[in-house]
């Protein structure tokens, strides 16, 4: 599912960045329990809170999505 | 705003794909109506129907993002 795979590309990002989910949501101005399920793929996420994660990550929204919904994912 | 960037992009893809908004709407299975307004800006699209449309180019989601909310774009 490609909120998964979206999840699980946060995530990746987040331990780069080396800070905690509830520091990240802080940051971008996030509920903490609500960027936690967008990061555990539960969430069909809207465009405007994606631009802010992309922001937040201090990359481009292409950047973002590098390699997620790729490999015979299913949408 | 971003949606108007998104859709923006939208736009722009379709043409060079040579195909109507009605025609990509019922390739990928959307509601012509609801396809339009993403191309106008005034939806807050949801990750699903991004890749949908993603998919309905045969492109990746980085791809589909490819100078999105760039260049000083406010989210």
Request: net charge positive; hydrophobic share 35%; with cysteine.
């Amino acid at each position: 599912m490609i909120t998964v795979d979206f999840g699980k590309r946060l995530k990746e990002l987040r331990r780069e960045a080396g800070i905690s989910q509830e520091k990240f949501a802080l940051k971008i101005g996030m509920d903490r329990t609500y960027y936690a399920s967008v990061e555990a793929g539960r969430r069909n996420i809207g465009l405007e809170n994606i631009k802010k994660i992309a922001d937040g990550f201090e990359i481009s929204l292409s950047e973002l999505f590098k390699g997620v919904g790729v490999c015979n994912e299913k949408k």
